[in-house]
């Protein structure tokens, strides 16, 4: 017969079938009130924090020059 030659620690992949356990896990414990809460203010102030760090930083990521940050100089006027 053919022999497998797989190395001793993977050995048991192919038994693996084998020993399937029918324990299943205990259900999860349902959230209170107050963890949903807290869950969901935790989401609105993530949330609140990029969209205000986005509004704060579009006028830095604008190209070009607005008309209020142009300045000209006395100087030129004159001539």
């Known amino acids: 017969m053919f022999r497998r ?3 001793v620690p993977f050995a048991f992949v192919a038994e693996a ?5 029918n324990v ?4 999860r414990e349902r959230l209170g009130a107050s963890q949903i809460v807290g869950r969901v203010l935790l989401g609105l102030t993530v949330t609140a924090g990029l969209v205000g ?8 990521l604008q190209a070009g ?3 209020t940050h142009q300045q ?3 100087a030129s006027d004159n001539r």
């Not at 760090?53 to 830095?60: E, K, T």
């Open 5 to 7: 030659r797989e190395a």
């Open 17 to 21: 079938d084998h020993f399937r356990s």
């Open 24 to 27: 299943t896990p205990p259900p």
């Open 53 to 60: 760090s986005v509004v704060f930083g579009m006028p830095s």
């Open 65 to 67: 020059e607005s008309a």
């Open 72 to 74: 000209q100089s006395e």
